[in-house]
């Protein structure tokens, strides 16, 4: 059974960069998309981006300047980056499966609190 | 940019069935997914493209689609389907994928 497990810096400063990696355990990193969503406390969620196991990566337009998600195929792992972060940046971060047949993000990492103060 | 439109609330009795709509341009032209929420936990996918059901969710749970509305019906709903909902697509391009600003399910 696909496990994946995320972690990063919880607490950052305005301007500084985010940075999130998230593992894959017990399945195949070849032939999916792999996510990014964040949700702000007490909001909904909120698609950051995506990467394939080629570096082939799609973001969402409002963050796109901002945000880079990478991979390491050795390592079956994938990272954001998400620079000049503000307090509106504060969110559980998730990473997430795409499934191969197009079927939805089914394996879900168990989140990452994020809060940027001064 | 593009957006998915939600309710904010829906509330129904034990038993009852609850109806949830989501609705944009392209949805009928792209698939729709439904997610469940609860408190403090990872979402999970309940329906996928539009009426497919993953493995382990119960039954009562199905989706529908028509014009650019889709729904997601779940018949006899119990205590533990009290949580939030959120429909996600993709735009026309399937350039980016988007979610619904979400649903509170309150069973009463």
Request: aromatic share 12%; with cysteine; net charge neutral.
């Amino acid at each position: 059974q696909v496990q994946l497990q995320q972690w990063g810096a919880g607490l950052l400063k305005p301007s500084e960069t985010l940075s999130l990696t998230c593992a894959v355990y017990g399945g195949s990193f070849t032939g999916y998309y792999w996510s990014w969503i964040r949700q702000p406390p007490g909001k909904g969620l909120e698609w950051i981006g995506e990467i394939n196991d080629t570096g082939s990566t799609n973001y969402y337009p409002s963050l796109k300047s901002r945000v880079t998600i990478s991979v390491d195929t050795s390592k079956n792992q994938f990272s954001l980056k998400l620079t000049s972060v503000t307090a509106a940046d504060t969110a559980v971060y998730y990473c997430a499966r795409w499934g191969l047949a197009a079927d939805g993000m089914a394996v879900w990492g168990q989140g990452t609190t994020v809060t940027v103060s001064s | 940019s593009y957006e998915l439109t939600q309710p904010p609330s829906v509330s129904v009795s034990p038993g009852q069935t609850a109806r949830i709509t989501c609705s944009a341009d392209a949805l009928g032209k792209q698939y729709a997914y439904w997610y469940q929420q609860k408190p403090g936990q990872a979402p999970v996918l309940v329906i996928y493209k539009d009426s497919e059901r993953p493995s382990g969710i119960p039954e009562r749970f199905s989706g529908s689609s028509s014009g650019t509305t889709v729904t997601l019906t779940i018949s006899g709903v119990q205590a533990e389907d009290d949580a939030d909902y959120y429909c996600q697509s993709a735009d026309i391009s399937s350039t980016y994928v988007v979610f619904g600003g979400g649903t509170k399910l309150t069973v009463l």
